[in-house]
């Protein structure tokens, strides 16, 4: 299951290793508490087989042997142990004890079973002073396991109890560092979200740390950028309304007139000026919305492969009719295809503006080419007039929306240079401006060309 919270990310991410490793540890407690406890165990029946020993003599030429009281006392640890001893001579006569009692010969201690009953035994061998043959004789010991056992769960539980105790007070203090760490991204996210807030100001958070400042500064950039974008948004609704007023009280104006007139001839004139006048703004109301559609973020990118070669040639046959009647020769140079990725739509409306200028401005009887070739590659695009051509401390300000050349006499919008930057810029490409051989205007689109 997916959690959604990073407190809880974090605490995750810090106590179920922790737990892991505990338990790891838990694991080798078990095997060290049964270790403690095997040894505790050996050593009592080392020492209780030591004492009997001790007290097995030679008596009137007869070996006696006495099992001693606190021999089996040690054992009493209340959990019911039962203790089971024999003692026997090297020839393996029983003298006392219990007869059948597994031996560890050779062996430090065992576990074996006896009358139905796992024990823990150990064998102790001992010389008796004059007991001939008989000596060294053998004492065995075993005792139930119930207080062994009993020893390995209190060992264990103790690490265990100590071990969930160190979880328990991790995990609190995680949880305390992650609240204390985490308040300034509390802080940020009240900030952001204050009512107080009524502009997209810089935010600004006391006390963050070295990992949440980026994310602070990131904002703040994102933020400068909305406010750019708006600001930019409330430039060109501004703009856009005072760009439609002037031609829509022209169609009015016409309108009227031509309402007026009762002679045949002047409405003629002045319906053929309302449907000029209607050309224009719709054209207008075209390239606005071609300038919304190129601004970044207005729309998915796209990844189209496009031939500039075919999407130019498409173009020039639109406009080949408006070339014809004012007598420009409108022409395409180019060698191939001439790939690129990027927006087909918008690309093909960068041509469209090129051309629609080159042919605004050529005069009658003058000369449009457009070029297309791949250099370096790179995709060249080329677009030469015969007209006024732009005055060189003009050209970075014609790239502005509805920015006109003073004294320009051509009812244009000031939109199609700006519409060609945008899109030449959104596909990787740089747009540049310089004079023609022989005067007029050289317009030059480089965008990076297609692979393959």
């Known amino acids: 299951m997916r959690i959604n919270s990073l407190r809880l990310q974090l605490l995750a991410w810090v ?4 737990a892991g490793l505990a338990t790891v ?26 004492m009997i020993a001790e007290q097995v003599a030679m008596t009137d030429g007869v070996i006696n042997a006495t099992v001693p009281p606190a021999a089996l006392e040690m054992f009493d640890t209340g959990d ?8 026997e001579t090297a020839g393996g006569r029983l003298l006392t004890g219990y007869p059948g009692l597994p031996g560890t010969p050779g062996r430090p201690s065992m576990e074996a ?15 008796v002073v004059g007991a ?7 004492v065995t010991v075993g005792v139930t396991l119930f207080g062994h056992d009993a020893m390995v769960r209190h060992l264990w539980f103790s690490a265990f109890t100590q071990q969930l105790a160190l979880v328990a007070i991790a995990g609190v203090f995680v949880l305390l560092g992650l609240r204390r760490g985490l308040a300034p991204l509390i802080r940020l996210r009240d900030a952001v979200r204050s009512p107080e ?3 997209l100001d810089p935010v600004e958070i006391a006390g963050a740390q070295s990992e949440i400042r980026p994310l602070v ?12 974008q708006m600001a930019a948004q409330r430039r060109f609704i501004a703009n856009a309304a005072h760009q439609l007023r002037t031609p829509l009280a022209l169609l009015s104006t016409q309108a009227s007139y031509a309402l007026r007139e009762t002679a045949v001839d002047a409405r003629r004139e002045a319906l053929v000026a309302l449907q000029a006048s209607s050309a224009r703004l719709a054209r207008l109301a075209e390239q606005l919305l071609t300038l919304s559609r190129a601004e970044p973020g207005s729309r998915r990118p796209r990844a189209d492969r496009i031939d500039l070669t075919q999407a130019a040639r498409q173009v020039l046959e639109t406009h080949a009719p408006r070339a014809v009647g004012r007598n420009i020769d409108l022409g395409l140079d180019e060698t191939g295809a001439v790939p690129v990725i990027g927006d087909g739509t918008m690309l093909r409306e960068m041509i469209v503006n090129l051309v629609d200028n080159a ?23 080329t677009v030469t007039d015969d007209g006024p051509g732009i005055p060189v401390d003009e050209r970075d300000h014609v790239f502005e929306r509805f920015y006109r050349l003073a004294g320009a006499t051509d009812e244009g919008s000031g939109l199609g240079l700006a519409i060609v930057r945008e899109v030449v810029e959104n596909a990787g490409g740089r747009v540049t401006l310089g004079d023609g051989a022989a005067g007029g205007l050289v317009v030059e689109v480089r965008l990076p060309l297609a692979g393959g």
């Open 15 to 18: 106590v179920l290793p922790l």
């Open 25 to 50: 540890n838990l694991w080798t407690s078990h095997g060290n508490a049964l270790a403690t406890a095997d040894l505790i165990t050996d050593r009592m029946l080392v020492g209780s087989a030591r």
């Open 80 to 87: 019911r142990d039962r203790v089971y001893y024999g003692v």
């Open 113 to 127: 079973t006896y009358r139905d009953q796992t024990l823990r035994l150990l064998t102790f061998t001992h010389a």
């Open 132 to 138: 001939g043959k008989d000596s060294p004789i053998s």
């Open 197 to 199: 807030r009524s502009e």
């Open 217 to 228: 500064d990131a904002l703040n950039a994102y933020m400068e950028r909305v406010r750019a």
């Open 359 to 381: 042919l605004r401005y050529t005069p009658a009887g003058g000369t449009v080419t457009v070029r297309l070739a791949a250099t370096d590659g790179e995709a060249v695009l």
